[in-house]
């Protein structure tokens, strides 16, 4: 069971979701993902922040919304930095935006929330105490984190600008998606993995896969309407993508994209009952599409 312990500077390193009520929130995931969940605010804060563990690792968190701003669940990316004044001093030389300046977060950390030109928000974090997450890509743990943008080729200049990455276009067989690589992630990821790149050719991942970090998708066509913005999207590994859809409809979600195949990913969008939109997805790289 392995057990992560920090991330390379430019890699996304944690995710958590705010929500107007955070305790029915926490209720729904944990029966979702078979999550643990504590609360790590004082007994007096005026919010909550329950972070979810698998097998006693950190895997995500719920978090009460601010005071001021839109009432709108939403999931939230973290971009592991090494200083996060100087990564967010790059954000606006490269054109976005300082939504909230670098603060320190007690000793778990030193963040920010940014927006990229086209308005999509994530965040930087300067680790503390907090080292991202400790679980990732096993079922009930955050896989991947997705940017959504009506434009691509700005989000390509401007990540690359930000954090170094690189990008190919692949199609997956279900449209064009970009693949966001930080070069030498591999070499990281085979210090406790050291079959990682034997694996992945082995199953017939594209060149460079073993350095992916995230993915991009066009908003085009009719899959999103004209008014979403462009933002990051979160995704989960789930052992049984139908069986977990269904379980999110009785716990009172909904389903937004039923179950879907792509080549060897069963995925489904899937929304919590406040609206935070989520994806799942199930890798079976030795069994036929649909199986």
């Keep these: 069971m392995v057990r992560r312990d920090g991330y390379p500077p430019g890699v996304p390193c944690w995710v958590d979701t705010v929500q107007p009520d955070p305790q029915a929130a926490v209720n729904f995931y944990r029966g979702v993902f078979g999550w643990q969940v504590e609360d790590r605010m004082p007994a007096d804060a005026p919010g909550r922040y329950f972070v979810a563990r698998l097998g006693g690792r950190d895997v995500a968190a719920v978090s009460s919304q601010p005071e001021v701003g839109t009432p709108v669940p939403v999931w939230n990316t973290y971009i592991w930095v090494d200083e996060a004044d100087d990564t967010a001093a790059?954000?606006?030389?490269?054109?976005?935006?300082?939504?909230?300046?670098?603060?320190?977060?007690?000793?778990?950390?030193?963040?920010?929330?940014?927006?990229?030109?086209?308005?999509?928000?994530?965040?930087?974090?300067?680790?503390?105490?907090?080292?991202?997450?400790?679980?990732?890509?096993?079922?009930?743990?955050?896989?991947?984190?997705?940017?959504?943008?009506?434009?691509?080729?700005?989000?390509?200049?401007?990540?690359?600008?930000?954090?170094?990455?690189?990008?190919?276009?692949?199609?997956?067989?279900?449209?064009?998606?970009?693949?966001?690589?930080?070069?030498?992630?591999?070499?990281?990821?085979?210090?406790?993995?050291?079959?990682?790149?034997?694996?992945?050719?082995?199953?017939?991942?594209?060149?460079?896969?073993?350095?992916?970090?995230?993915?991009?998708?066009?908003?085009?066509?009719?899959?999103?309407?004209?008014?979403?913005?462009?933002?990051?999207?979160?995704?989960?590994?789930?052992?049984?993508?139908?069986?977990?859809?269904?379980?999110?409809v009785e716990l009172g979600g909904r389903v937004v994209t039923p179950p879907f195949d792509a080549g060897p990913v069963r995925a489904a969008v899937l929304s919590d009952p406040q609206g935070g939109v989520f994806t799942v997805n199930t890798y079976k790289p030795d069994e036929p599409s649909g199986a």
């Design 90 to 248: 790059l954000v606006r030389a490269a054109g976005g935006l300082v939504i909230t300046e670098p603060f320190d977060v007690v000793d778990a950390g030193r963040m920010a929330a940014c927006a990229d030109p086209s308005g999509a928000v994530f965040c930087l974090w300067q680790a503390g105490t907090h080292r991202g997450a400790e679980a990732v890509n096993e079922p009930g743990a955050w896989n991947w984190s997705d940017l959504n943008t009506r434009d691509i080729d700005r989000a390509k200049a401007f990540y690359g600008s930000v954090f170094g990455w690189e990008t190919d276009t692949l199609d997956m067989g279900f449209g064009e998606s970009t693949m966001v690589r930080l070069p030498g992630y591999a070499d990281f990821l085979e210090r406790f993995d050291p079959q990682l790149r034997h694996r992945h050719a082995e199953h017939g991942a594209p060149p460079g896969f073993s350095d992916c970090i995230a993915w991009m998708q066009p908003m085009t066509g009719d899959r999103f309407a004209d008014d979403v913005p462009s933002h990051w999207g979160v995704t989960f590994s789930v052992a049984d993508c139908d069986a977990v859809a269904a379980t999110a």
